[in-house]
C-alpha cells in the first residue's frame, strides 16, 4: 500500500500561487488514482481535485476550478497540485490520499474512497 508525504505548503499573500507535491512511496504509486483534500479550520474535510492513473480523468470540486490544476509524474512517484489566484478561504491543511483505480476520480471522492492520509501541509493565504 502506497503511502503518501505532502509538501509545499506556506504562507502567501492572496492572488499568489503554491505548488504542492505528494510524493508516493511503494511499487504500486503508478496503479492509483490520486487525490487531494482540504480541512479548514473548524470545517469538515472537504475534496478539491483528482487524477486517474493515466491522468485522462481529472475532477475538481467548483471552488478551485480555473485556479487549481493536479498532474501526475509517475517517474517521481509524485502527484502535484498547481494553486493559482489563492484566496484567503483557501487556507487549509492540505492532504493527498489513494484511491483503488477502478473508480473514476469523481467517483472516488463521491463515494468516499480515498485512504491512506498523509500527514498533511499547511496552506495560509493572506488578505
Known amino acids: 500500500q502506497a503511502q503518501v508525504v505532502e509538501s509545499g505548503g506556506g504562507l502567501v499573500q492572496a492572488g499568489g500561487s503554491l505548488r504542492l507535491s505528494c510524493a508516493a512511496s511503494g511499487r504500486t504509486f503508478s496503479t492509483y488514482t490520486m487525490g487531494w483534500f482540504r480541512r479548514a479550520p473548524g470545517k469538515e474535510r472537504e475534496s478539491v481535485a483528482a487524477i486517474s492513473v493515466s491522468g485522462g480523468l481529472i475532477y475538481y470540486a467548483d471552488f478551485v476550478k480555473g485556479r487549481f490544476t493536479i498532474s501526475r509524474d509517475h517517474t517521481k512517484n509524485t502527484v502535484y497540485l498547481q494553486m493559482n489566484s489563492l484566496k484567503p478561504e483557501d487556507t487549509a491543511v492540505y492532504y493527498c490520499?489513494?484511491?483503488?483505480?477502478?473508480?473514476?476520480?469523481?467517483?472516488?471522492?463521491?463515494?468516499?474512497?480515498?485512504?491512506?492520509w498523509g500527514q498533511g501541509t499547511q496552506v495560509t493565504v493572506s488578505s
Open positions: 490520499a489513494t484511491a483503488n483505480p477502478i473508480y473514476t476520480p469523481a467517483q472516488a471522492v463521491n463515494m468516499g474512497r480515498f485512504g491512506s
